[in-house]
């Protein structure tokens, strides 16, 4: 089964923490593994919790409960500059901000640009 990932075979001698060890090409130390993490869950946090939230809010609440309590989404906003003030964490909040802005700034743009052509060319 090893050949066919192309992985090397465990040697029998070798100690069982060699063998379980993680395969070569998972880095958590790898300088992109946590600005892709951060950018994803931001582009994740932007685009699923809003509509989530609205969801499970209208489900439990109705739906004009749902209206009057949804601006405590801008709450998500206090997670990246959480994680941004601290060192040990400041490098994700940083690119999780990014993916969450850059996000809200493509989605805008093309939902402006959209709307701008349908009033000028839609018959």
């Keep these: 089964m090893n050949d066919l990932i192309g992985a090397p075979e465990a040697d029998e001698d070798a100690p069982s923490a060699e063998r379980s060890r993680r395969p070569d090409w ?17 582009m994740v946090g932007v685009i699923v919790v809003p509509g ?5 809010l209208q489900g439990i609440a109705g739906t004009d409960r749902a209206e009057q309590l949804f601006p405590f ?10 994680l941004i ?10 690119y999780l901000l990014l ?10 743009g093309v939902g402006a640009a959209v709307l701008w052509w349908l ?5």
């Design 26 to 42: 998972f880095h958590r130390g790898h300088p992109v593994f946590f600005p892709l993490a951060g950018f994803f869950t931001g």
């Design 52 to 56: 989530t939230f609205a969801a499970v």
């Design 73 to 82: 989404l801008l709450l998500v906003l206090v997670i990246p500059i959480g």
């Design 85 to 94: 003030v601290p060192r040990r964490t400041r490098r994700f909040g940083r």
């Design 99 to 108: 993916g969450m802005v850059s996000t809200v700034v493509v989605v805008g």
């Design 119 to 123: 009033l000028n060319h839609g018959g």
